[in-house]
């Protein structure tokens, strides 16, 4: 089963005229709603990353009574935070830091899907292969999904991820690190990789990809103090994405100007168009991805056990009829 993608001949209509019915929880430990769960506000944290960047689109697709904030912080790491402290009801997190909070005792669940490629290995042009790192200065951000796939696609290689220096480092920074030859390679987004490959300084090395894990990358993810407190409006943000999604994913004049609010460069990114995409939806496969990618992870020692993947989704905001697939 593959993940839904809009028809282009739609967009238009579903721009001008999609009504945004919301609708009702199959899960019938939630027939009834508690009346704290009737807010009408409530709070995104997120990341100046290219994966959330047209969430602030979110609220103009909401109930007009409702409110949607949207908390940028500094990293992927503050947004998850941010979350795990109560101070928002949902965030824009990758999929492997998700992993790795429930692995802590975290009661995290994921709600919907909402980006997914993503990940670049950029180098120095005189780096052509992967092996090549191998006692090289690498710079990454921890527990993304660019370095996590990397890091998985070194031990499928063969190649001893103990050899490469690794250098944490902020994502702004990596390619002026690389143009003063302070590091040698990054685990990096389009954002990254198109400046790179403009500006000369860099080139794709690899996109750490494996079949058996699929494209996986930032998904929207709650808590259950949250879901219990504020459901009805938890369910708005996960229709508003869908409709956002659906209406602009494949709207490259949109992502233009949303790049230029960002301060990036749409030109540049638009060179690793094929390496990034925006979809709401989650199907069987997913599931089965996401069971791949925890095992993988805890085998190769970037978890310290294996995630519970059962109690990892909560599907009720999709309208999943069934789950059998997660047993």
């Not at 090549?132 to 999904?145: Q, R």
């Not at 590091?183 to 954002?191: L, R, S, W």
Request: proline share 3%; hydrophobic share 35%.
């Amino acid at each position: 089963m593959k993940p839904r993608r809009i028809m282009a001949g739609a967009i238009a209509l579903l721009f001008v005229f999609f009504c945004g019915c919301h609708s009702q929880s199959t899960d019938s430990n939630h027939q009834s709603e508690p009346s704290n769960s009737l807010r009408k506000s409530g709070t995104i944290s997120i990341s100046p990353s290219m994966s959330s960047m047209y969430l602030s689109e979110l609220s103009q697709h909401m109930d007009v009574e409702s409110s949607c904030e949207i908390l940028e912080k500094s990293s992927y790491k503050e947004a998850m935070q941010t979350l795990l402290d109560g101070k928002s009801d949902v965030c824009a997190a990758p999929l492997s830091a998700v992993l790795r909070a429930q692995t802590q005792g975290e009661a995290v669940k994921i709600l919907c899907n909402l980006f997914q490629k993503g990940s670049a290995i950029v180098g120095n042009p005189q780096i052509d292969t992967l092996h090549e790192l191998v006692g090289k200065k690498v710079a990454y951000v921890p527990d993304t999904m660019e370095y996590t796939l990397l890091r998985l696609k070194l031990e499928e290689d063969g190649v001893d991820c103990k050899k490469i220096e690794w250098q944490e480092m902020e994502p702004e920074k990596m390619n002026h690190a690389l143009s003063l030859g302070e590091i040698d390679a990054y685990c990096g987004d389009p954002v990254l990789a198109g400046e790179a490959i403009a500006s000369g300084i860099g080139k794709v090395i690899a996109y750490p990809y494996q079949e058996m894990l699929g494209y996986n990358n930032v998904v929207l993810v709650s808590t259950e103090s949250a879901i219990e407190s504020n459901r009805s409006w938890i369910q708005e943000v996960v229709d508003a994405n869908r409709q956002v999604v659906e209406m602009t994913a494949q709207n490259q004049d949109f992502l233009q100007t949303k790049a230029k609010e960002k301060g990036w460069n749409p030109d540049t990114i638009l060179l690793e168009k094929d390496n990034f995409d925006w979809v709401w939806d989650m199907e069987e496969e997913y599931v089965i991805y996401t069971r791949n990618l925890a095992s993988q992870m805890t085998q190769a020692g970037l978890l310290q056990q294996m995630p519970d993947i059962d109690t990892l989704f909560d599907f009720t905001f999709l309208e999943k009829n069934s789950q059998e697939y997660l047993s």
